[in-house]
C-alpha cells in the first residue's frame, strides 16, 4: 500500500466515525438534558401518595353489672327480699360462700342429717333450706324467731317495703296482685298464705298470722316448705 492511500484510508475512517457519532447525537435529541447535573435536585413525582388511615378499632362494650342495692350486714334493714333471695343469701347459691356473709346472725347447731342452716338476730331467724348435697340453697325464709320482740323496724323488706311484722294490709296494699295459695290450722286463727310469682317460676309467699307478716318465703312453690328438721 502507498502511503498516499494509507492517509487516505486514515481520514475516511475518522470522517465515518464522526459520522456515525453525529447521527447518533441526532437520533436522540436532548440526551444530555435528561442526565441530572451535579448542582441539581431530583425530586419526586408531584403526584402525592394515596394517605392510609390505620383502621381504628373500635373498644368492644363493657358488660353492664346488674345495679345491686347496697347492703350493711350487719343491718338486716338494708336486705333485700326478692325473687332471687334473701340479701346476701342467693337462691341456688352455695351455703359455704353464704356463712361468711351473715353479719350479725349467728349460726345455729342443727343436726348432721338436717338439710339446712339456720341464722339468728335477736328476734329474727333466716333459714337456708339445702339440696340433698347439704350444700345447695334450694329456698330461703325470714321470720319471727321471738314473738316477745319487734321486728319490723330491722327486718329485710321487700322493694315495696314489706318485711316480718308488716300488717295484712300493708301487704295487700304494696302487693295488689297477690293472692292467697293456701292456709295451715283451724280454727279462728289460721295462717293464711299468699303468694306471688315471677315469670321464671319463683314465688314470694307470705304467710300471715293475726293479720301480720310473720314469715316470708323464697322458693319454687307457692306453698312454704314442711319442717326441715322432722
Known sequence: MSKTRGIASFFATAVGVGAVLTLLSGCIPGAE????????TVTASETPAAS???????AAPS?????SPDINLEDPSSWLIDFGGIGPVPYDGQIADVRPSMGAFVEDTLPDYCPAARFREGSLSLVAYLADDFSTITGISIGRWDRSGPVSTYSPRTAEGIGVGATFEELLTAHPTITKSGEY????NPTLYYAMPNS?????VFNVQSDVVESIDVRTTSRPPSEYCS
Open 33 to 40: 438534558d435528561e442526565l441530572p447535573k451535579a448542582s441539581e
Open 52 to 58: 392510609v388511615t390505620p383502621p381504628i378499632a373500635s
Open 63 to 67: 358488660p353492664v353489672a346488674p345495679a
Open 185 to 188: 290450722g283451724g280454727g279462728d
Open 200 to 204: 321464671s317460676g319463683m314465688w314470694l
